[in-house]
């Protein structure tokens, strides 16, 4: 058990919280600058693809889901965050290595300089659009202290997985070229665009061992139906957004010795 | 507490290499147990070839990797310049780059603010601060990164080879800043090529190989070993013994004692000349492979399709063995080789073998090199006493040419101004005594350096002692198969001096390319051992100094398995001061020209048991061979051909069939003793026996007999002798026959001589009649039934006889044609006996006239009158009798005749 090491780690990490901050913000604006638009990316893409789905499912494929529009929006919201951020995390080790040679940092810092950027963009875009699900829906307004909980979880979880991620494709180049249909699998077994409820009885035990469920279904729950996740489902996040920290901390630590050389 | 602190580091890479579309994954080792540590403050440079591993240190201390073995342990913040654009945002402007950079680093806002300006005044490169870096030239992003780098502040700083990049300018900005940083009290490391910079910036340095520390210490040091370690790096090898470090490179060796160098350039090297032309070994393509202190060194001399092999052995107490053989593809004909130690000239005193002196001051005009002593016979060991320089002390110095293997001679020399330095020089000539057509392998040299022996002169005489057997006038050394012989301490062999060899195998094998070892039975007697394993054959020499002026050499071979050995043979080359040869029957001169080839001066191999070589002006003693003709030796005399320039004895052993097998068993060979003699004068003379009268002489020459007048003499060659055949072959008086004097009184000789090969023997009487008149009488004596089928007495005489006649008849002989006479022609046979046959002069030379009668007739006797053949150039007067007969036990007479010698 690497405890200890993930500790010091943990601690080194935050020795370099300057260096991870003006990474992430260098990244953010780097990102945007020199496009016209600017920042106004950050909920012009997910607004498409909202647009796309929901005419693609109610005007094509009936689906019969009420306010579909919003209830997708709901889901995909997160949902780019995580497949946004993980893309960019996962190949980071390899593309910012001259970062690593010139300085003294825990590798760690360069996938989580990409989440952390992508959560800013997506905290962003939530500012945006929480006035529009406030005005559909009022009864999430009382719901609002438990944003900050989830989107805390979720980004610890996407941490995990980028950690992990970017450390197994330095050790498996393919990874990053797998990653795109990865995440496509991973989109259509995640209820954003349908719900559980439709799913048929027999197969509902297969989504929940998808780590994304969880997460989605509770999004749904706080800031469309503006109900209290239930117990399971909000232990299962916790528990999902821990272990994954846990695992991408521990293989980023364990495997270092041979990833570093590989870069 | 050291800021770095490296313990046994190992850093492994696994590369993936590629061949032909298939992929292998295979370990390579960076470093290979790296242990230094340093302090605080302190500037390292490190140095070495590229690929040696200084990059892969300078990662290990900034942390981007981690060692596979051992600890590497760093106490400190890391910056520095270790790749080209490193860091840097390619669409972010150098300002912004800056920032980041700084941030990376860890700084605090305020800090960033306050160096900000110092880092883009420092880094000089203008406008370009705003624009983004992917538009930047080296040399600007280097500019730039080391003012970041340098502004940082860092506790260890560190500068890869990449200073390189920029201009001079710049470079001597960057000094001048990093020296400030060190002067602050910072730990700078500097991975450089520039000797110079390295020399300015860093008190001490660290000089890497193939991932192993070789050196750490004073820059001064580790840089001048570092350049004797520049080259073709497939011809560099490095050992290093405590306190003697050696540095191969291509094809010179550069010894250090306490990290200084004792060898002057070039160091230790060979020179060797072919048709002329000197080369050198470091002109040659050097290989070597090192294991465990043992370097092999393969100089290849491509235009002289030759190869140089050097084997270099350095063992804990300071001796480096050193071997070199020659490899040929064609016949090469290599004169000289000389092996060269040159030191430098704080040493101030040589030795060679026991002789000692003082090298003298190398002064302005001394442009070639002078040889300070130089000693006519082979020396065991040169060298030079230690000394206290300047510098330091200076060790003693031996050059040694092992005992196994051919002595040459050593030479002490002082080298030109240009170049100081004293050497120490073996030249050693490589025998190919049979020249062979074919590519071929020889040691031409063996020997070793020892450095720091104490007691010199103990050490000499017992090396001295092992191979050499001596008293007081007589020495022999023994040298890996050859033997030389120095009497009063001149040489008496010469070229190859005295060697074996034997025929197996359809080659000869000869004993200067066997395994030796020896073994001294006492002060006298040295026994020697040579092996040639793969034949399984081994020849055992026992040498052997008696009392006085001789010794005995015998040998002896032990085969290990079935062997044919079709012939074996010793040959002994003397100098060509030796101008007679005699043996029972014949004494000759030597010619004193040379052929290509070797001339074989007793033209019938002659067993009897002496030969002997005189030097007529007794500056050399005469040598006598006794050998035994037990054992089925021949002896042949030489003149050499025109490489060694020498007299030859030469021993053959011919088995009595061709194709012998030898079975595993022990075989006596030889069994010869040599007596010297200084004062023999009279030997040659008692082996004649002569009578006189008025002015004719008659000289009997066991088997011969020579007719002289007024000192010239009539007959020629052979002369006076008999002839008897028997079963197809011919037994001549004086080769087939033992003589022995048995009368002498001033007036008539009577010997007796016993043939050896058929049980007779003949008692001659030669007596003065008259004056002019001498009468020759043959008697046979016969022990056992023997079938003898022609019987001749021959006088041959001066060819310088031009006319014959016999009675009235009369004729001329024909002079000899070089291409076509090579039979002996008869001018007249007839069958009446009692004529008598006389030879005229040509009235040129004023000879007496010589006539030939018959005392006692004999019906069956012819008279021949006979041209010689071109060798032999004599005329000859013969009675023969070609009646076979069956002579059973008893005696016989043989022939009786007259000689008449008169004036016209």
Redesign the interface.
Same mark, same amino acid.
């Given at each position: 058990m690497p405890v200890k090491l993930i500790i010091k780690r943990i601690q080194k990490i935050y =020795?370099?919280r300057? =260096?991870l901050w003006?990474?992430s913000l +260098?990244q953010f604006k #780097?990102k945007y #600058?020199?496009s016209v638009l600017g920042f106004f990316w950050v909920i012009i893409n997910p607004l498409l693809m909202m647009l796309v789905i929901t005419f693609v499912f109610t005007a094509v494929f009936k689906t019969g889901v009420k306010d579909f529009a919003l209830f997708v929006l709901s889901g995909i919201l997160p949902w780019m965050f995580f497949s946004g951020a993980l893309s960019e995390a996962t190949p980071s080790l390899l593309v910012q290595k001259?970062? !690593?040679?010139?300085?003294?940092?825990p590798k760690e810092i360069l996938p989580l300089s990409s989440v952390l950027s992508y959560f800013m963009s997506f905290l962003m875009s939530w500012c945006i659009v929480y006035p529009v699900f406030s005005f559909h829906n009022p009864k999430i307004i009382p719901l609002t202290p438990l944003l900050p909980v989830i989107f805390l979880l979720t980004y610890f979880f996407t941490c995990g997985i980028s950690l992990l991620f970017s450390v197994i494709n330095i050790l498996f180049r393919d990874l990053e070229h797998l990653l795109g249909i990865l995440l496509m699998f991973w989109f259509w077994v995640t209820p954003v665009f349908y719900s559980i409820e439709m799913i048929p009885p027999e197969f509902r035990w297969a989504f929940n061992f998808n780590p994304m469920s969880p997460f989605i279904i509770c999004y749904r729950e706080i800031i469309l139906y503006g109900r209290i996740p239930d117990v399971g489902t909000f232990l299962g996040v916790i528990g999902w957004a821990f272990f994954s920290l846990f695992i991408g901390l521990s293989v980023s630590v364990c495997l270092?010795?041979s990833a !570093? +050389?590989?870069i | 507490m050291p800021i770095i602190k490296f313990n046994d580091v190992w850093e492994m890479y696994r590369i993936k290499f590629i061949i032909e579309g298939k992929a292998s994954w295979q370990n390579f080792w960076a470093l290979r147990g790296i242990s230094f540590s340093m302090e605080r403050g302190e500037s390292l440079g490190i140095i070495g070839e590229n690929g040696s591993g200084k990059s892969t240190i300078l990662k290990l201390i900034a942390g981007m990797l981690n060692p596979d073995r051992g600890q590497a342990n760093i106490s400190g913040s890391v910056s520095g310049l270790l790749e080209l654009g490193a860091g840097f945002q390619a669409e972010l402007t150098g300002r912004e780059n800056i920032f980041l950079q700084s941030e990376l680093f860890g700084l605090s806002r305020d800090e960033i603010n306050k160096r900000y300006q110092q880092i883009i005044d420092f880094a000089e490169i203008g406008k370009f601060i705003d624009a983004p870096v992917k538009c930047y030239s080296q040399g600007m992003f280097v500019r730039l990164a080391f003012a970041i780098a340098i502004h940082m502040e860092p506790e260890i700083f560190l500068i890869d080879d990449t200073l390189a990049v920029g201009d001079e300018y710049f470079q001597k900005k960057c000094i001048k800043e990093i020296f400030k940083v060190g002067e602050s009290g910072k730990t700078v490391i500097i991975v450089t090529h520039d000797m110079a910079m390295l020399q300015k910036l860093c008190k001490r340095t660290i000089f890497l190989k193939n991932g192993m520390m070789i050196k750490d210490g004073e820059t001064a040091k580790v840089a001048s070993f570092y350049s004797q370690a520049v080259g073709s790096p497939k011809g560099i090898a490095i050992v290093a013994r405590k306190q003697l470090s050696l540095v191969f490179n291509n094809g010179r060796l550069l010894l250090n004692w306490e990290g200084k160098l004792i060898t002057s350039f070039p160091g230790v090297y060979t020179t060797f000349g072919i048709s002329g032309v000197w080369y050198s070994s470091t002109q040659a393509e050097w290989d070597v492979e090192e294991s465990n202190g043992k370097l092999v060194a393969t100089g290849k001399f491509y235009h002289l399709a030759l190869s140089q092999i050097w084997r270099i052995e350095v063992s804990d107490n300071y001796e480096i063995k050193w071997d070199i053989e020659i490899e040929t593809e064609t016949d090469i004909q290599l004169h000289q080789i000389y092996a060269n130690v040159m030191l430098v000239d704080g040493y101030k005193q040589w030795f060679v073998d026991s002789e000692q002196g003082e090298f003298p001051v190398i002064k302005e005009e001394d442009k070639n090199w002078k040889s300070i002593f130089f000693k006519n016979g082979p020396s065991v060991c040169i060298g030079v006493y230690p000394q206290e320089s300047a510098s330091g002390k200076l060790p003693a110095l031996f050059f040694e040419q092992s005992r196994l293997r051919y002595l040459g001679q050593g030479t002490v020399l002082n080298s030109d101004y240009l170049n100081p330095g004293r050497i120490l020089q073996y030249k050693t000539i490589p025998i190919s005594s049979n020249p062979i057509n074919q590519p071929s392998r020889f040691i031409c040299f063996s020997g070793a350096i020892k450095v720091n022996i104490a007691d010199i002169h103990d050490y000499v005489s017992k090396i001295q002692n092992e191979f050499i057997i001596s008293n007081k006038k007589l020495k022999l050394i023994f040298d890996n198969g050859r033997l030389s012989v120095f009497f009063d301490n001149i040489p008496l062999t010469k070229a190859g001096h005295m060697y074996s060899a034997f025929f197996t195998k359809q080659r000869w094998f000869t004993s200067d390319l066997a395994r030796w070892t020896l073994e001294k039975e006492s002060d006298n007697i040295l026994i020697a051992r040579g092996n040639w394993d793969d034949l399984g054959i081994s020849q055992t020499w026992r040498i052997n100094i008696c009392n006085g002026l001789s010794f005995t050499w015998d040998v002896d071979i032990e085969a290990k398995r079935d062997i044919a050995i079709e012939h074996q043979r010793l040959r002994c080359f003397f100098p060509a001061d030796f101008k007679l040869f005699f043996s029972k029957f014949v004494s000759e001169k030597f010619s004193d020209t040379f052929n290509d080839t070797e001339v074989d001066l007793l033209q019938r191999c002659v067993s009897t048991g002496e030969v002997g070589l005189r030097d007529p002006t007794g500056s050399l003693p005469q040598v006598s061979l006794f050998f035994s003709e037990k054992l089925g030796n021949f002896i042949k005399v030489f003149n050499s051909d025109h490489y060694s320039k020498a007299r030859l004895l030469h021993l053959e052993k011919v088995e009595p069939e061709i194709n012998v097998m030898f079975s595993p068993g022990k075989y006596e060979c030889f069994r010869t003793r040599f007596v010297l003699d200084r004062n023999k004068t009279t030997d040659i003379d008692k082996l004649n026996n002569i009578i006189e009268d008025k002015n004719i002489r008659f000289v009997f020459n066991k088997g011969s007999g020579r007719f002289y007048k007024n000192g010239e003499e009539l007959t020629k060659n052979i002369a006076l002798y008999t002839s008897m055949r028997s079963k197809g072959r011919w037994h001549d008086s004086f080769s087939s026959a033992s003589w022995k004097i048995i009368y002498k009184d001033s007036q008539q000789i009577k010997a007796v001589g016993k043939w050896l090969q058929l049980p007779l023997s003949q008692e001659w009487e030669i007596a003065i009649k008259d004056d002019g008149l001498f009468e020759w009488m043959v008697r046979l004596e016969v022990e056992k039934e023997i079938e003898v089928d022609c019987l001749q007495s021959n006088i041959m005489f001066s060819e310088r006889f031009s006319q014959w006649l016999v009675d009235k008849e009369e004729g001329f002989f024909p002079e000899f044609a070089d291409d076509v006479d090579d039979n002996w022609d008869c001018l007249w046979s007839g069958k009446k006996d009692d004529r008598i046959i006389s030879l005229r002069e040509n009235p040129i030379y004023n000879l007496p006239r010589v006539s030939l009668s018959l005392k006692k007739s004999n019906p069956q006797w012819h008279l021949k009158i006979i041209n010689s053949d071109r060798y032999h150039r004599g005329r000859i007067l013969q009675y023969s009798s070609s009646a076979q007969t069956n002579f059973s036990p008893g005696k016989y007479h043989y022939f009786s005749g007259l000689l008449t010698i008169q004036d016209k």
């Open positions: =020795s370099y300057r =260096s003006s990474m +260098k #780097a #600058a020199g001259s970062v !690593l040679h010139q300085f003294s940092l270092e010795s !570093l +050389k590989r | -």
